[in-house]
């Protein structure tokens, strides 16, 4: 294969990244590649056979064979861009990271700079957990996107770094709700209430699907420290923004029960299961 064809399918796969899939981790006994000086075509080229044959980790060692038996040439840099991707698809998503920084490293103004700041948002993005467990790679992929976007606007990178954006915002609101919840269960309403604030308030929350039930939780919460009018004017704003929401109509209901009555009558109707439901 020439070196201008091998080029051809970095460019390719580097495209393909656009339609990731995670693969299993291979933990199969395997033997190490031997060291063995060979031409940089050969290694290359081999390299690049076992990642279109799904052997990711063969992959990975004759990649790395061609950045440590040539180090300056071109297709060193190209070999650090297929590390990061075959450990990608091999689930080993630290080894990719650091290939990507790595690559970032070494070449901060080559154009193919843009797939490695990508794969190390998406391998951070890819490592989040459930809300109810500690959220700093959550924090490391908003980041990560937030950096592709910033350096690569209008690139089809910062397209899907902005739609990720969204789901990483809406998985750090709900961490506050959790949190508030439970701060509710346990009777301590300002605590919870702090947090609530929190999702309400913080604008790149705004657009998430936690907002409507911060500000219900908020009626909740003021009417437990007998707050009233407090409560009503959280009601107030849920109707205005959520008119149709079942959150609203709740809040309705339960300022009704007290006496008080924010602005304007829900639009939907009141779902029971809904009332006063702290869920876990």
Request: net charge neutral; proline share 5%; with cysteine.
């Amino acid at each position: 294969m020439s070196f201008s064809r091998s080029r051809t399918a970095v460019v390719i796969t580097a495209v393909l990244i656009l339609g990731l899939g995670l693969s299993a981790c291979n933990n199969r006994p395997r033997a190490r590649l031997a060291y063995e000086e060979r031409p940089v075509e050969l290694l290359y080229n081999t390299g690049y056979d076992r990642l279109e044959r799904g052997r990711w980790r063969d992959a990975i060692d004759y990649f790395q064979e061609v950045e440590r038996q040539h180090p300056y040439s071109e297709w060193s840099r190209h070999a650090i861009l297929m590390q990061i991707y075959a450990n990608y698809k091999d689930g080993q998503y630290m080894e990719a990271i650091a290939s990507a920084d790595r690559f970032i490293q070494l070449f901060p103004g080559n154009p193919s700079a843009a797939y490695a700041f990508y794969m190390r948002a998406i391998c951070y993005f890819e490592q989040i957990v459930d809300v109810g467990r500690d959220q700093a790679l959550t924090e490391q992929a908003l980041a990560g996107l937030r950096e592709v976007v910033r350096r690569y606007p209008g690139s089809p990178y910062a397209t899907d770094a902005l739609v990720k954006i969204d789901m990483v915002n809406d998985q750090l609101a709900g961490k506050e709700m959790a949190i508030g919840r439970y701060y509710q269960r346990a009777d301590q309403p300002l605590a919870a209430m702090n947090r609530y604030r929190v999702v309400v308030d913080n604008p790149d929350f705004q657009r998430t699907s936690h907002v409507a039930e911060a500000l219900y939780r908020m009626v909740e919460v003021n009417l437990m420290l007998g707050l009233v009018d407090e409560a009503t004017r959280n009601a107030s704003v849920l109707g205005h923004n959520y008119p149709g929401s079942p959150w609203y109509a709740e809040a309705y209901a339960l300022l009704t029960e007290r006496g008080a009555r924010p602005d304007q009558a829900p639009e939907g109707k009141r779902e029971n299961w809904l009332q006063r439901l702290i869920p876990g």
